[in-house]
């Protein structure tokens, strides 16, 4: 989500940017603009429609359907970031809203689609075969999970897409002060109708109160979008976020965002 781009997409890119002049935080206060498996206990989601043909799935390309990610249920491959797959709906002013772990074999080309939004592309950098969007989500899923990718479901409709991550055991940490437990969030709005109406820092609010109170452990919920991308900027502090510090990432320079449990006293 960049300039006029999506509402917001927070994800690092992946090209050196140049180093320019950095936005202004004051830019902030502008609204934003536009922008697996199946947890246990509930039934499949009806993404009829959405199935990524069995032929590309067994393509050379990518990597055989059936991996040891795969034959993992949610809860095992969660258990860094307490169980995503099983912390359930919640309550959000647009509706019930739901973190639902990725199934590659059924998310596949719903996910691809979006990563080939251009408002998304930018971003992301997924754009083309929906084998690359497909390697991208079995590199989470064979991880140890401490980065569990899921689809926002809003009323029963998936929208959206996130990543949540355990910050203090990503590189993230080698540029800025992690705690223990620090926990990650990257997103993407899905379609064009759900974008640049203020729902995405309302999802991001509910999310972040739902890491948590599902996550103890956890005394933040931090982010870094790029520093330029002001709309993104804006989402994160409507959503009870605060601006740490500039960061030099090795694909950009970001704005680190921290929604602590406890409020910090800014005065």
Not at 200 to 226: F, I, K, N
Not at 227 to 238: Q, V
Not at 246 to 253: G, Q
Request: aromatic share 6%; charged share 25%.
């Amino acid at each position: 989500m960049q300039g006029q781009s999506a509402d917001p997409v927070a994800r690092p890119r992946r090209t050196r940017r140049p180093r320019g002049h950095a936005v202004r935080l004051r830019h902030h206060r502008q609204p934003p603009v536009l922008l697996n498996r199946r947890p246990i206990g509930h039934p499949p989601l009806p993404f009829s429609g959405e199935h990524a043909p069995p032929d590309l799935l067994r393509g050379a390309a990518v990597a055989p359907v059936e991996t040891a990610a795969d034959s993992r249920t949610p809860c095992a491959a969660s258990d860094l970031l307490d169980r995503v797959g099983s912390w359930g709906p919640t309550a959000t002013p647009a509706g019930m809203f739901h973190l639902v772990p990725v199934q590659v074999e059924r998310d596949l080309c719903l996910v691809g689609r979006w990563m080939n939004d251009p408002a998304v592309a930018a971003f992301w950098e997924l754009a083309g075969p929906w084998s690359m969007t497909a390697r991208h989500l079995r590199r989470q899923l064979a991880d140890d999970g401490r980065s569990v990718p899921c689809l926002g479901v809003l009323e029963g409709r998936p929208m959206s897409y996130w990543e949540i991550y355990r910050a203090d055991l990503d590189p993230l940490a080698c540029h800025y002060p992690a705690r223990p437990h620090d926990t990650g969030i990257h997103l993407l709005i899905g379609g064009d109708a759900d974008r640049g109406r203020g729902l995405g820092s309302r999802l991001l609010r509910a999310v972040a109160d739902l890491v948590l109170d599902r996550r103890p452990a956890c005394a933040r919920v931090v982010a870094e979008p790029d520093l330029r991308n002001t709309a993104s900027i804006a989402t994160f502090l409507s959503a009870g976020f605060r601006f740490l510090a500039e960061a030099d990432l090795p694909t950009k320079r970001a704005a680190l965002m921290v929604r602590d449990r406890v409020p910090c006293d800014l005065s």
